[in-house]
């Protein structure tokens, strides 16, 4: 075994890319107002999303993952510091972002077909390629036998497919998935992260996935973010050396164990905090 | 599928049972007439034409007032939802509503509006139009907060997002507030018409009581009951498929 199949200890953020990240946050911090006090969410935050990059976060339950997201995504806007998309400053949700939300966000009164298609309508796309995309990322989705039917009558797993398609659709350049698979069983995460990595091969795009499973993470990713608990910092970054054109069966792997039992290190103190101090 | 037979078999039953105990006079001819009569007397009335006018002027001031509630609860809901501060002094108000018995307030309508259909229309909008507010409230309250982001990243326009997500999500709900004022209008309507009015359904039921015209008394509150019966079986259709696709 090279030293090259051992998960790499990184420097802490910042990373100094020689590339422009295609997303890039400095400094971030959240604070929400609460009726009485404030609550210090998020931060501060470094990231360097470099442009094709499959980049994952865990961390603590809200640690402010989400928090980090809504603001990559231009949903709100940081407290302090900086973040920008390629190249420029993020304001509002910037052209070339899609999201796939924590919750089910399909919508309940349109079909599933007219549920993907719904973004490209918006953008005023020609019927026919609209069509044709739909179709591809239905099929891509193994949504096809229920093209017809409506939210009520899928499971969570299949909702949060609609919403998948729903985004792919749009050939987003970004693309932030917030623990979409966390209504799935296992095997079928498994699965699924296989569809997205093959999605990411086809389309080149930057992936940033936020998880609490360690093996999605650990399998998934060129490079995996830990955060702290709240207010969630990066404490490690893990960089997993994987081929572009891995697929589950990593899992099986040597190398795939140091990468988990690395995240998990981490992570297990930061669980245990939340422990003691649930106790406490 | 057995509830719903169950359902008809109990009622046809007790229709046969009034009719039977019409029949052998157990209940005189003076207090009810036999469910077949009021079958042919309803017949018997719209075939001749002698109440056409009242049950046009029942039914279009129920249309009327059903359609003025929907459309002024909805825009109140929407102004009260949008200020906060508002909603959070009259919402008290809104809830012990339907303690006031809204009809004892006839005298001042009758003052502003003169005996005749406004006054009644006003009664029955003054009736229905607060559940009407308060179901537009509660589904602008349950339209998801992530629905409203999901047009956000489609970067839809405040309208757009108001038409297009928020409108149908919140449909079901607002869907409850239409059905509670056509329930409401039936009942402000028929109701003021027997003490505020010389025309309408209500008022030619108590008219043929007074004159101890059964046949006629009994043959209008049929056509109330089915007409009553088939507008909420339409409307309970069209609410199950809309809370079939209701899943949060
Ligand atoms: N709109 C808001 N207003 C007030 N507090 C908020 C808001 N959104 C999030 N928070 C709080 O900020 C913190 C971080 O929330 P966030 O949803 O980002 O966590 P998370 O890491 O995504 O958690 P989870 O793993 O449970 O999804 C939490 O304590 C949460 O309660
Ligand atoms: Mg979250």
């Known amino acids: 075994m090279s030293a090259a199949l051992g998960a790499k200890v990184v420097p802490l953020a910042p990373q100094t890319a020689t590339a422009p990240a295609h997303a890039r946050l400095r400094g971030v911090t959240r604070v929400f107002d609460l009726p009485k006090s404030t609550l210090h969410a998020l931060g501060p935050v470094d990231l360097d999303l470099a442009k094709g990059e499959f980049f994952s976060v865990v961390g603590p339950s809200g640690c402010g993952k989400s928090t980090l997201l809504d603001i990559l995504a231009g949903l709100s806007a940081p407290q302090s510091g900086t973040a920008e998309f390629e190249g420029k400053p993020i304001q509002g949700v910037p052209d070339g972002v899609g999201v796939v939300f924590q919750e089910d966000a399909s919508f309940p009164w349109l079909n599933v077909r007219d549920n993907v298609a719904f973004g490209l309508r918006r953008a005023g796309m020609d019927p026919a390629e609209i069509n044709r995309r739909v179709d591809y990322a239905v099929g891509f989705m193994g949504l096809k036998d229920f093209a017809a039917s409506y939210p009520a009558q899928l499971s969570g797993g299949m909702r949060q497919r609609v919403c998948i398609a729903r985004t792919l659709v749009m050939q987003p350049r970004l693309i932030l998935l917030d623990e979409p698979f966390g209504a799935l069983d296992q095997q079928t995460r498994l699965l699924m992260g296989d569809e997205l990595l093959r999605l990411w091969r086809e389309t080149s795009a930057t992936i940033l996935l936020i998880t609490h499973a360690l093996d999605e993470a650990a399998m998934l990713s060129d490079r995996v973010g830990v955060m702290s608990t709240r207010p969630g910092t990066f404490i490690d970054f893990v960089e997993t050396g994987w081929e572009r054109d891995r697929d589950s069966r990593v899992v099986s792997t040597p190398h795939f164990g140091d990468i988990t039992a690395r995240l998990w290190e981490k992570l297990r103190i930061e669980a245990l905090k939340i422990m003691s101090a649930g106790k406490g | ?248």
Not at chain 2, 66 to 84: D, E, K, N, Q, W
């Open chain 2, 1 to 248: 599928m057995s509830e719903k037979l169950l359902r008809v078999i109990v009622v046809v039953a007790m229709i046969l049972l009034v009719e039977l105990l019409c029949r052998i006079g157990v209940i005189p001819r003076m207090v009810m007439i036999a469910p077949s009569d009021m079958v042919v007397e309803l017949g018997k009335i719209l075939a001749s034409g002698q109440f056409s006018a009242d049950i046009r002027i029942t039914f279009t001031n129920i249309a009327i007032s059903t359609v003025l509630s929907v459309l002024l609860g909805f825009v109140a809901g929407v102004i009260i939802y949008s200020l906060p501060s508002l909603r959070d002094a009259i919402e008290p108000l809104l809830a012990s509503y339907y303690a006031v018995p809204t009809f004892v307030f006839y005298p001042i309508f009758i003052t502003l509006f003169g005996v005749g259909s406004a006054s009644i229309i006003a009664i029955a909008v003054l009736l229905a139009v607060v559940s009407m507010v308060t179901a537009t409230l509660n589904g602008l309250d349950r339209i998801p907060r992530v629905l409203r982001k999901t047009g956000q990243i489609y970067r839809m326009s405040r309208v757009k997002t108001a038409l297009l997500i928020e409108l149908p999500a919140a449909t079901p709900y607002l869907f409850t507030g239409v059905k509670l004022s056509v329930a409401y209008s039936f009942i402000g309507v028929i109701a003021s018409e027997f003490i505020l009015s010389g025309a309408g359904v209500g008022y030619a039921i108590a008219y043929a009581y007074n004159l101890f015209e059964n046949g006629h008394m009994y043959a209008l509150m049929l056509l109330v009951l089915i007409v009553v019966t088939v507008v909420n079986t339409f409307l309970n259709v069209i609410d199950r498929r809309l809370q079939a696709r209701r899943q949060r």
